[in-house]
């Protein structure tokens, strides 16, 4: 069975520990990221001042040992049993873009598959390898990462990398705001 770490990077929300929670139920390794805040002892935190969840992950997966890596947001959640299966089944791919559920408009990406802005969300995990050989997150103009989930996914495909989509639901995204699919 292949190993996998999960970044989550925090601004300190209520929600982190539910998040962290999700995480360890799927992963060998999980690395808190604080981001210009602080956030409770029990949690191996990794303390960052970049103001944005981008540079965070990048911070976070430094410190990622893992054969692959997977991130979430500190108000989402990981559904661990698909998340992790998906993983299994494809051991030889470079990233498996996960289904991630949204509270207004479902699952993303949408039926029909495409890659464009809106139709991917940072419900993905990318062999570790992989990510530290195409940069990590690549910010757009200064400290801004607007739509950096979707530039990973379209860097790994324009550079030949193997990307394949798992259909079933294994991300929430603030799932508070919307019951499980």
Known sequence: MSTLGIVIPTIGRDSLERAVRSADQCADQTVVVADQCTV?????????????????????????????LGFCDDD???LGGPYRHAIDLHPAVDMIVHTAWHPQLGPIPRPGWNLEHGNVTIAFTVKTKAFREEGGFIA????????EDYEMVRRFIDNGRIVVLSPPVAYLIRPEENPRP
Do not use: I, S
Request: overall charge negative; hydrophobic content about 40%; proline content about 5%.
């Open 40 to 68: 409770e002892a029990h949690y191996a935190a990794v303390q960052a001042d970049v103001g944005c969840a981008g540079f965070a992950r990048n911070v976070g997966a430094e410190h990622v040992w893992t054969e692959w």
């Open 140 to 147: 757009g103009p200064p400290r801004t990462f607007r739509g």
């Open 76 to 78: 989402d959640q990981l």
